[in-house]
C-alpha cells in the first residue's frame, strides 16, 4: 500500500496499467476533470460544476476516462424526463513511474522536493551569513569570461561553517565498492535517526542522504 504524506487514505487503490491510464493521470488538465469522482458517484453536470468547467468539455473527458478504465458507469439517477448517467472513479490511484512519462516524473520529484530544499538553502545562506565566512567572487577566468559564485571556503573556514552539522553536495566518482561502502555508512545513520524524537533541549535539524548512481551523460564534466 502506498505511503501517503498529505493526508490519509485507507481504501482500495487502483494501480494504473497501461501507458493511456498513466498518460491521463499525470495531466494536470485531466485530473482537474477526474477529480469529483474520485471516491463518489456523480452525474456529468455536477462534476462540471465542482470542476468549474463546461459540461460538454466534461463530457469529453468522461467519455476518454470510461474508455482506458478509469471511470466506471454506476447507473442512473430517476428525474422527470431524461434519466441523469452516473460515474464513479476509485478512492485512490498508484500510478507506476516505469508508465509515466519522464518528464511528469522529474517534475513530480522536484515538487516534492522544493520545500526541503528551500530550507536547506535558507539555513546555509543563514550560516553564511551570521558566521560572517566566505562571500561572492566575480572574475574573469583563463577563457575570458566573466563568472559569479560564491567563494570556496579554505580549510580554516571549512570547521566553522559545518559545526553542528555541514553541507556536502557534489558528483563524486565512485567504484562499486566505495558506493557500498558509502550507502552502508548511510544506513548506519539512518538507522541512529529512527531513534530520534523531539523532546526538550533538542533542536530542529535538516538531514538528506542521498547516493544514486547518475547516467554519465548526466554528470559534470
Known sequence: MPH?????????WFTATTPQQARLLSDRAALRHLEPFLGRTLGAAQAAREAGVSTERMLYRVR???AVGLLSAAGEQKRDGRAIRLYTAPGGFRVPFHLTPFEDVEAELAAQMRPHDRLRIRALARTLTRRQL???VIYRDERGEVN???DVPSAQERPALTRRGGDFVGVQWLTSAQAEAVKTKFDEARALLLTSSRTPGSQPYLIQTVLVQLDENDAPD
Open 4 to 12: 501517503t504524506i498529505l493526508g490519509s487514505y485507507g481504501g482500495e
Open 64 to 66: 476518454q476516462f470510461v
Open 148 to 150: 559569479y559564485e560564491s
Open 134 to 136: 566566505v562571500g561572492r
